[in-house]
Structure formats: structure tokens, C-alpha cells
């Protein structure tokens, strides 16, 4: 007798045929068609059909008519050629089917509540609850499968490079990124708390002061925030940071690392990434990310606006506000009037109070305001935008803020909605040059990223430039990093732009603050947000797509009803109790 | 001009000789001998010694001067032979040295207040308030290097083996295994907490149901316990999970992993780890994890005690207590009178009220006890031990549990002292067929591992043995596992046995239960400790010896000084506040 091979169905091919196989896995779909049962066999490499004839094997038949859906069998079979009608050039093993020989039952199932076998229109909330089930998906697995390739590239490239993974603690005092940090009560000091880590920020700049000077970790940080579509409560990070390295170093090895995991759905890292600084990349694209796909650069025509007769115009340009305008080719014909309506109420929602357009055309400016206008303003406009017959230009006059706020959502917006750009592109860009502070609400300066960041150049000012780099890709940060201050003369006069004196500095960041007193070196590091990156990679509407457990908005998991209440006694063993409500 | 080539210190060797270098790292030792400035430089590679000579370079000399202990430098060099009498074949670069050419301070640093460069007795929370300078140490830098070895090798292994990657949830629910939760509440649900997992159970069990077959996951785990010397707060676990798989399947792969990590460490790992069943482990060794690197197995003698004219060991024998013994071979001189008063003392920690003992000479038998025994009944408690001219037999009557614990934990102790066994080796075994239940005080049923774990034969009483094994180095239980349960008939006989209903269950693990009516495939796994392998491997003495940043026994980290207290906005906004003290 032949001894069946162990195998797995999707990795049946032609060149099986004639084998004896052993299989295992789940009754994806099962249909009975003529005395013959066909079975599509699943497991995690793919499906393969079964069949049991009742002519070849009546109990055997018999046996196969008790499967349902979702039911594990082991099995074993011969694979045979399909006949050429019966080939399914859709399925990765349409070629063959697997004339069914003995049939085990291991587990009988209830029928699903959602269907496994195809995409169907279901509530997240009964997909979350039943993750087990949603997770068998083909799109789910895709994610997660991917997910784990790419963290596996990540370890082999930054092993190769000769860093090292240091777990570094959950359990700790807050970070500096300033969110909200989600807190554990201590058992053994009642009223005290650990906090889990916005990111390993302190502890890899201490593990670079303790000599080990290329650190790595795929690390699990906690942010308890009110969740926007791609948040979660934990997310993951591919944390690194490089002793001795300068700017050019870090991102080269970044670099590097995107070049090898690009290929994993197909694609090639460029050569040579474009590198924009952060004042060009608000001033043309409205963003500290922007999206380089498609062009739609905003062009400053706050000059001419001053001059003219439109009010709105002119007295924002008066107040200190600019007038800025983006260019939609031949989209005369292509955006309607209301169209343009609905983009005036999407710009609305960052703040603009208006959206004016100019449609060029053949001898004829179409536009509500271009009455306001010289022939030779409207003329100044058009060549600054290389304005075109065809073309619409669209203008908002705001603050800075607001201006490219909206128009830098607006082009993104637009981009989308006529198809300006392939889906399937992967275009990367690096920010750098960041402004080391913002100011506040209250016009006090504040971290652009956290107070260990080094400045360019010497000033500590609002001027002052960061060592600060981003890494966007298709206008979504993928990560960042930056040089870090490693003096302390230097570190002082960060603080002391930001305001923080030596008691609240001590307070807050007094370790890090000693160890640089003990043999600091010059370090770098970035971290990359592990769930954005691979979102992206497999072209997913969101990071829940490719979390094996994710949390809904709410900060619920529905899988598992957490969080949930717990028994008095353990919080008395805490030392709490509910506020009075 | 020949370019300076980057390297690290410990890389260099005669090769080098006459090259033309450039180092960067900390200043380990500085002395001044005779115009000439040796420095030992440090990097993570290790230490490579550079001259900065008066004659040769007198400004770069007094440069030079300037440096002390820690300090940050960056320099190029000339690797040049050391003459004969300066070779120190201590030191791996101690062939060569490096005649400074140019040197760089990057920073400087205070004198630390503990040695980094050699391993002094210092005060352990000294050492842990300033780990970034202990974490310079060789020995904590050789674990930590040691440690990321481990992972990577347990990581490719496994990706090779066709498993997956999987992140399971940090903030999740209550998991199985009943030991205390570390809590964290919730902001958006005030009055309800998600549970720290104390291990990633039922997320890699919903994983199989899923269909992803093979997961892995290097996974922090929680525990609020009272931390004993090898306890942390949180910990890491080497997590594994297959479907189809049986036990023996499950252990070759554990096997083949510990093949390939043990060759980091020098060692080659058995091609046929010896298995213990449970109960011989425990008859024989007094313990479920042995230590196999010496024999001093315990030997059970009640039979002839229950004839002896001894009335501790009768009336042991008669309550339904047992009495045995071990044979330290050799031992006459070996083991004084107050050696043995002290071991009477040591059994005394584990419950024994008492400790006798038997002298074995020539034509003489030196025992308190022996007058109780005829001179057959010696005879036959000496065939019994293998009992020659010179050994001394140790005898513990009581309950089975505190005769266990006792000699169990005697035997060990005695090896070490005496020295049975080459400190240097490691010792493997798997222990096999476990019990399912364990009795409680007030003889209840309970889980031995957990009520997930899969009986090896049908019946659901005491006796019923498990799917579950561990794997065992050197007395130290490094891991375990089990096969599940995954018919919901047979977890309701499980549940039944433990005396846990329906309501019970259902609120506790619902979820998984429910999952399992979803076609759920037979699935075992296992876990082995991270922070506990990598200590035996590395021969420390802690867990905190192969952990950064680790805390103290009372659950503190000295660095960051966590658990601190937070703002009392934090805990509003938690709907907490302290209970009244």
C-alpha cells in the first residue's frame, strides 16, 4: 500500500497527481451533485475539492453527506486530473480534485452566524464578537499572514545589521509623548500606579547610555485616547535606536529595511526615496504627510488676492491670513456644480469658511469671482497655476492653519474622488527639517515630538529646526524618529525654552536626566507604527483589518467582554473604590 | 592619506596590524605610565587598548589627559604588535594595541558611583536605581546579548517550521491559570477593568479555531504575585500553539528548538532527553521538575519501618504516611554531625519534624536510630539503598507530600554542597502523565494545569492522567504544555469534575467554549520561559541578571521609580478614587 503524504491543500498541484495524500482542515463549502459529493477543503495554505462518489464508495458517501459547513475532518485521498470542462482557473488548485479514500470527522460545528466562505455584508459588531469565525476569512488571514512575514523580515534585516532585541518594561512610569497613559493600581504600594508605555522612548535612549548602541523591538505601546477610525488602545512598533549614527545613517537603514519588505507584496523600494522639508511640505501639500502620488500642489496667490476687489479676499490677506489655490486638471465637465458644493461643506469641516473656483475655459472664465479680478490678476493666477482651458481652480483664504489644512484634505479628497493616481501605488517620501517647537493655543512653546529631540543648529527658539525625520508613505506617517540631545548644557536649554524648570524636569525625567551625566553617546533612533505599515501593505480600510484581536471604538474587545467588572475583594486588595458617581 | 576604517574594539587582532583605525565607545580604564597615556577603550564588542604617547604627540597627549572613567570618545588610530612582555593574553585583543592619532571627546561624564569596569560587591538596589551603568557590565551585557540570541534563534527556527507570528491582546480579560491580575481600568467604561494577561491561553486557543494551525509568539505575561528570587511582575514566555498535532509531535518540536538554541551557549542538546513519568518523578526525586545531574534517589522503605521497633516511623507508617530514604555515597567525613543538624533544619523549612540518618562502616552501623532496627531489617533497608562501607542514608518519615518536598529538596541541596555534579552541564528530561486534578485543602477537585487540558483517558476522576508534559533542565521546570480539550462533551465532563456548572463557565470562558462549537480542531501546545532559560543557559543567579530593566522583590523599578503616584484629575477621569485606609 502507498503511504499518504501529509499535505496541505493548497499546495496541491498538477504534479501531484496520481499521489495518495493525507489532508486536514475545515468543510469550506460542500455541495452534492449527482451521487457525487464535492467537498472544498480548507486549510491555511489554501482549499482543495474533494470528492466522494457513491458509485466508488457507498459508505464512504454516506459518511461525506453528515458534513457541513465548517466541520475539521481528516482525510485521505488520490489527486486526479480534472477533465477539462471541470478545471476551475479561479482556484489555485482547479486543476485537480482529490478522489476521497477514508474520512475522518474530528469536531462537527453549528452553523456559523457569519459566513466564512465569502465576503458578506455583516455589522462589525457580530464580526468582533465572532473574531474566531471572521478571522477564517481569506482577507482576515491574507492580513495577518502578511503581518507575520513582515515582522519576520524586520527581525532577520535588523539581526543581519548586528542589533539587538531588548524587551523593555509594560509595566513603568509615563513617557513623554504626553497622551493619556492607561494606568495599573499597585498591589503593594496601595495609591500608587504603574503606567504602560506610550513607547519605549526612555528606555532605549537608557539602553544606548548603557553602551548596547543598536537596540531593537517590535513593542506593544498603550495610549488611552479617544479612538479615531485607525486607533487602538495598544498598537505595535518596530521600535530602533542607533548609537554613533547621524540622521543620513538612521534613514539609509530604514531605507534599507522598506526595501525588503516592499517586495513582500510585490513591489520595489525606490533607490532613492524624494526627501521634502517640512516648511515645503505644508506650504505645497497642506501636510507634514504628504501624499506625492498625484500632484495638486497648493500655490500661494495671497500677492494678487491682496490686490483685488474680492473683500473676503483682500481683508484676510489684510489680517495676516494667505489665499491659496490648487489646480484640478480638465475638470471642467468632470466636477458638477454640486460637486463643487459638497467640496465647499468637506473644506467646512477644517475650518474654511469658503471655496471659490475658476473653470477656465475656451475664451471664457466661468466663475463667481472673477468679476472681482483684473484680466491681469486672473491672468497672473492662471500662469502661477499653469492654468489651462479645461482646468477648475479652487482657492481658500484662511489663516495658514486653516488654508492648508483644508486644501491639503481637499487635494487628498480630489485626488480620490477622480482617480488621479493608481490605487496600487506605493509612493514614499521622507520629511525632514521639522520645526523643533510649535507654540500652543497660549503662544507658549511646546515639543513638535518630545523634549529629547535635537535641534539643527543652536538657537532654542520658534525657528529652530529638529533633527527630526518622518517617514510618509501615500500621505500616511508610517514613522518618525530623530537625533536625540545627548548633553546635558544642551538638554537645559530645551527645557528652558519649553518652560520646564529643574524641579519638574527632575520630577519627570530625572533618571534619563542623571544617566546622560554618566558617558552619553551621540543617538538616533525611529519607530515605525507596525499596524499602519501593514494596513497599508495589504491595501485594508483599517488597522482592526490586520489585528488578530482588535478593539472597537470604544475600546471594547466584543470578543472576550473586556473590560469587564471584577470582584469587589480585588479592588479592595488595591486599595480603590469607585468615585461617587 | 590612508582612510580610517570604522570598527568595534573587540573585533580587532594581529590582522589589523598596521592599519589605519577609527573607534568610537566609553573610556574603561585610563592610565599614565612613564608619558604615556594607555586608555582601555570599551564598545559592545568588547575593549581594545589605545597609547597616547607625550613624545609622539604632545597636544594630543595632554588632550588625552583630559579623559576619565565613562567618558565618550571618538578616535582613529594605528593597530600596532604589542613587544612580547606587553602581550596580556587575558584580553582578546591583548596582541594589539592602537597608537591614538586623533581622539575626539563626545562627552564627558561624572565619576559613577559604581564600577562598571570590574564586578564589585555593591549594594543590589545601588545597582538597580543606576542600571544603564550595571546594564555596561560584561556580565549583564554578555546575558542581554545571550538573551536576543535566544530569541532569534527561537524565532527562525520557528519561521522555518511554517509557523506565525501572532500578537495577542495586553489589555484582555482574565485568563485561567488563577494566580492574581494585575488590573487596568477603564476610562471609557468607569467601574469596569481589563485584565493583563498571565498568558496568551485562550487567544492562541481561539487562534487554532480560527485555522492558523502553527502560532507562535514571544510574549509578555503577567502576574501579581508575591514575588520570590526568580519571580518579575512580568515575564516572557516562548508561546507555541499547533493544530493536528499530537504530543509526540508537539515535544520533537520543542526538542528540535532547544537542538539549536543549546549550541549558543556551547552545549549540544541529547538527541534523546530521558522521560519521567510524573508519579516516578515524584516517587523517586520528590519533585515534578527532578534534577537528573546526580542520582540520590529517594527510596521507599515504609514497609520495613512498619516493623521496626521505631515509633516515629510506625506511626507514620500507621497514619498513612510514609517514610523514605536517600544514600549520600561516600559521605562518612564527608557530612559532620552539625552538617547533618543543619540539613535536619533544612528538612524542617518543608514540613519534616525530623531527619535520621545512617552511618555505614566497616563491621559498625553509627545511628541513632539503629537500635530500633534488627540487624535484618538494616540489612534489607541497605540492599534496598545500595548501601556500602562509608555512605550515610538519610531517612524522612511523614505525609507523602512533606516526605517529598523534604528529601526532594534535600537531595538537591546535598549535591550542591558536595559537589555530585559538574556545574557546567545541563541536564534535560521531559516529565510525562501528568495528573489532571489536584486535590485542595478541602479535597475539591482542581485543574493541575488548567481546565482546558485534555485527559488522556476517559475517565474524569483523581487518577485520570493528562495530555501534559513539561520539559525540565536542571530541576527547573522550563516549560510546559499540554494537548486541549476541544470537543465541547468532554469539557463539560471536565467542568463537571471541577465541579464548575454551566453559569460558571459560561461567565469565566464563554467565549471560548462557544468558539469551540465552531469546528474546532485538535490543538496542544507549549510554553517555556524565557527569563528562566536564558538564566540557566547564561548560569546567573536571577532572572534580573538576563532582564534590563527588572524590579525588585517588592515589584519596584528603582530607575524610573515606578509605581508612582499619579495626579488625582487621572483617577476622576478613571471614576477611582482610594479606598478609605
Not at 97 to 103: A, R, Y
Not at 119 to 133: G, P, T
Not at 137 to 166: M, P
Not at 336 to 341: G, K, Q, Y
Amino acid at each position: 500500500m502507498t503511504e499518504n503524504i501529509l499535505r496541505a491543500c493548497g499546495s496541491l498541484s498538477k504534479k501531484d497527481i496520481g499521489q495518495r495524500v493525507s489532508l486536514r482542515g475545515w468543510v469550506n463549502r460542500r455541495r452534492d451533485h449527482g451521487g457525487v459529493i464535492f467537498v472544498d477543503l480548507r486549510d491555511r495554505s489554501g482549499l482543495a475539492q474533494i470528492t466522494f462518489s457513491a458509485e466508488v464508495d457507498a459508505a464512504l458517501h454516506k459518511l461525506a453527506d453528515e458534513l457541513r459547513s465548517e466541520y475539521v475532518v481528516a482525510l485521505t485521498g488520490q489527486v486526479l486530473a480534472r477533465s477539462d470542462e471541470n478545471i476551475n482557473p479561479q482556484m489555485p488548485t482547479g486543476e485537480i480534485e482529490v478522489e476521497g479514500k477514508t474520512l475522518t470527522i474530528l469536531n462537527a460545528a453549528k452553523t456559523p452566524p457569519i459566513s466564512v466562505c465569502d465576503e458578506q455584508a455583516v455589522d462589525e459588531s457580530i464580526k468582533l464578537r465572532y473574531r474566531y469565525l471572521d478571522l477564517r476569512r481569506d482577507s482576515l488571514k491574507h492580513n495577518l499572514i502578511l503581518r507575520s512575514q513582515v515582522t519576520r523580515v524586520v527581525r532577520e534585516y535588523l539581526y543581519a545589521q548586528d542589533f539587538l532585541e531588548i524587551e523593555t518594561p509594560i509595566l513603568t512610569k509615563s513617557t513623554p509623548e504626553g497622551a493619556r497613559d492607561y494606568l495599573v493600581p499597585s498591589r503593594v504600594k496601595p495609591g500608587k500606579f504603574y503606567a504602560l508605555p506610550q513607547s519605549p522612548q526612555l528606555f532605549k535612549q537608557l539602553l544606548m547610555v548603557a553602551g548596547y548602541e543598536r537596540y531593537f523591538q517590535i513593542a506593544k505601546c498603550f495610549r488611552d485616547e479617544d479612538l479615531r477610525a485607525d486607533r487602538q488602545p495598544e498598537f505595535t512598533q518596530i521600535d530602533l535606536e542607533l548609537s554613533f549614527a547621524d540622521e543620513r545613517e538612521i534613514r539609509s537603514l530604514v531605507d534599507g529595511l522598506l526595501a525588503r519588505i516592499m517586495p513582500l507584496v510585490g513591489q520595489k523600494y525606490p533607490d532613492q526615496v524624494p526627501e521634502i522639508t517640512y516648511a515645503d511640505a505644508v506650504n505645497f501639500y497642506g501636510s507634514d504627510a504628504p501624499d506625492l502620488r498625484f500632484d495638486l500642489r497648493l500655490i500661494d496667490i495671497s500677492d494678487i488676492a491682496a490686490r483685488s476687489e474680492l473683500k473676503v479676499f483682500k481683508e484676510v490677506v489684510e489680517r495676516g491670513g494667505i489665499v491659496k489655490a490648487i489646480n484640478v486638471k480638465n475638470a471642467d465637465g468632470q466636477l458638477s456644480r454640486s460637486a463643487l458644493d459638497a467640496y465647499k461643506d468637506f473644506v467646512g469641516k477644517f475650518g474654511a469658511k469658503g471655496l471659490a473656483w475658476i473653470t477656465l475655459r475656451q475664451n471664457e472664465i466661468s466663475s463667481p469671482i472673477a468679476k472681482f479680478f483684473t484680466k491681469e490678476q486672473l491672468d497672473g493666477i492662471s500662469q502661477r497655476l499653469h492654468g489651462e482651458v479645461g482646468d477648475i481652480l479652487l482657492f481658500v483664504a484662511d489663516t495658514k492653519k486653516v488654508v492648508h489644512d483644508a486644501l491639503g484634505k481637499l487635494r487628498c479628497a480630489i485626488a480620490k474622488d477622480l482617480k488621479l493616481y493608481d490605487p496600487g501605488e506605493f509612493k514614499f517620501c521622507w520629511v525632514v527639517k521639522f520645526p523643533l517647537f510649535e507654540k500652543d493655543s497660549e503662544g507658549r512653546l511646546t515639543s513638535t515630538h518630545h523634549p529629547f529631540t535635537k535641534p539643527l543648529d543652536g538657537n532654542y527658539d520658534e525657528n529652530t529646526l529638529a533633527a527630526a525625520y518622518d517617514i510618509v508613505l501615500n500621505g500616511v506617517e508610517l514613522g518618525g524618529g530623530s537625533l536625540r540631545i545627548y548633553q546635558p548644557e544642551e538638554q537645559q536649554k530645551v527645557f528652558a525654552a519649553l518652560g520646564i524648570d529643574a524641579a519638574a524636569a527632575k520630577e519627570k525625567f530625572g533618571f534619563l536626566l542623571d544617566a546622560f551625566q554618566y558617558g552619553a553617546p551621540p543617538h538616533g533612533g525611529l519607530a515605525l507604527g507596525l499596524d499602519r505599515l501593514v494596513m497599508l501593505l495589504a491595501r485594508a480600510e483599517s488597522i482592526r483589518e490586520v489585528i488578530a484581536f482588535p478593539k472597537t471604538k470604544s475600546a471594547e474587545c466584543l470578543l472576550t467582554e473586556a473590560p469587564a467588572a471584577v470582584a469587589p475583594e480585588q479592588l479592595r486588595e488595591l486599595g480603590l473604590r469607585g468615585a461617587a458617581q
